[in-house]
Structure formats: structure tokens, C-alpha cells
Antibody, heavy 115, light 112 residues
Framework: QVQLQQWGAGLLKPSETLSLTCVVY????????WTWFRQPPGKGLEWIGE???????NYNPSLKSRVSISVDTSNNQFSLKMNSVTAADTAVYYC?????????WGEGTLVTVSS | DIVMTQSPDSLAVSLGERATINCKSS????????????LAWYQQKPGQPPKMLIY???TRESGVPDRFSGSGSGTDFTLTISGLQAEDVAVYYC?????????FGGGTKVEI
């Protein structure tokens, strides 16, 4: 059974860089896209971007200038970096498997941006 | 971007009764070359990540009870829960994957 475990800093100040990592257990990175989403408190889901095991990445145009997704195949994990965060970036961030539908998800990390 | 619009925002259903959730896309998500609708449905309970229920608009994910069914084509889709159980209280989302930039509906909250 595939499991995704994610971690990263949960409290940031405005202008800092958000950094999250998601490690995949019970499966290989190969053959799938690996994706980051976010969900502001009480709101819906937003696709941030995706990456495959070869490092081919796609980003949401609305976030592309601030976001970078990378993959580390040796440790079976992938990561998200988002720079220059503001209060509008406060959300639960999820990692997930898939490039079409998403069948396995991490438990989510609440990232709060506050001065 | 393809805009996904769900209705209603919330609904209350008695145990054992049917819940019907609608989802409309701003453009067709039916891919002509394979005649498939690029649409999925998810269930999300408080404090949990979304759980995939249905893909290709009507194919149930393994392990999902058969009281959950999806239908529709093109721009109009429906998720039906036949015989609502207490554990079905959740928010339900539709999602299109016709474009690389996948988008979700705003969610429908189902209560008893």
C-alpha cells in the first residue's frame, strides 16, 4: 500500500520561503506524476503543480513565478518550495500521487503565514 | 482555466435516502479521441485529505461502496449516494483533469 508522509515548517513570516517534502513509501516514483495541492481554511482545493520521476514539472500559472517542485529519486521523495509567501498563502498543503486523478494523499501540513 | 461549478452548496438527507450532487464544467471535459469524460469525484471529511471515489466520471475506485455512483457527460455530471449512511457525512468535490491545470468544484457539504 502506497503511503505519502509529508513534513515542513508550519509557521512562516511574510516574505519567507515555504519548504515541504513528501516521501513515498510502498511504491516507486516511476510511472506516476507527483503533485502538490493547497486548501485555505474552509475553502476548496487548488492545484499547485506536479513532477514526474524524470524531473519534468508543470506549474499553476498563477503561482509559477514563486514555486519550484523537485524530485529526489534516491530517497523516493519530492519537494515544494514557494518563495515570498504572504498571508494569502496560509493553507493546508497536500502532496498526492497522480497526474489525472489522485489516489493517494499525504495527511496535509497546515502552513500559517503571519508576522 | 476550466471552471467547475457544484450545486447545491449543501444538502441535508435522511439516513437511507438518496443524495444527489451536481457538477457543471465551463467547457466539455469529454475527450473525443477516447470518448472518456475526464472527471473525478472525491469525499473529504474534516481534518482529512480528500479520498478519491470515482474517475472517468463513472468508474468507482477499488473499495468504494457501490452506493456511490457517477454519471453524466460533456459538461454536466452527477454524484449519487444511494442509501446515505452516517459515515457519508462529508464535503464532496468534483475535479476535471481534461487540462494539465486540474480544477475542482467548490464542494458540496452533505449532512444528515
Amino acid at each position: 500500500q502506497v503511503q505519502l508522509q509529508q513534513w515542513g515548517a508550519g509557521l512562516l513570516k511574510p516574505s519567507e520561503t515555504l519548504s515541504l517534502t513528501c516521501v513515498v513509501y510502498g511504491g516507486s516514483l516511476s510511472g506516476h506524476y507527483w503533485t502538490w495541492f493547497r486548501q485555505p481554511p474552509g475553502k476548496g482545493l487548488e492545484w499547485i503543480g506536479e513532477i514526474n520521476h524524470s524531473g519534468v514539472a508543470n506549474y499553476n500559472p498563477s503561482l509559477k513565478s514563486r514555486v519550484s517542485i523537485s524530485v529526489d529519486t534516491s530517497n523516493n521523495q519530492f519537494s515544494l518550495k514557494m518563495n515570498s509567501v504572504t498571508a494569502a498563502d496560509t493553507a493546508v498543503y497536500y502532496c498526492a500521487r497522480g497526474g489525472d486523478w489522485y489516489d493517494f494523499w499525504g495527511e496535509g501540513t497546515l502552513v500559517t503565514v503571519s508576522s | 482555466d476550466i471552471v467547475m461549478t457544484q450545486s447545491p452548496d449543501s444538502l441535508a438527507v435522511s439516513l437511507g435516502e438518496r443524495a444527489t450532487i451536481n457538477c457543471k464544467s465551463s467547457q466539455s471535459v469529454l475527450y473525443r479521441s477516447d470518448n472518456k469524460n475526464y472527471l473525478a469525484w472525491y469525499q473529504q471529511k474534516p481534518g482529512q485529505p480528500p479520498k478519491m471515489l470515482i474517475y472517468w466520471a463513472s468508474t468507482r475506485e477499488s473499495g468504494v461502496p457501490d452506493r456511490f455512483s457517477g454519471s453524466g457527460s460533456g459538461t454536466d455530471f452527477t454524484l449519487t449516494i444511494s442509501g446515505l449512511q452516517a459515515e457519508d457525512v462529508a464535503v464532496y468535490y468534483c475535479q476535471q483533469y481534461y487540462t494539465t491545470l486540474v480544477t475542482f468544484g467548490g464542494g458540496t457539504k452533505v449532512e444528515i
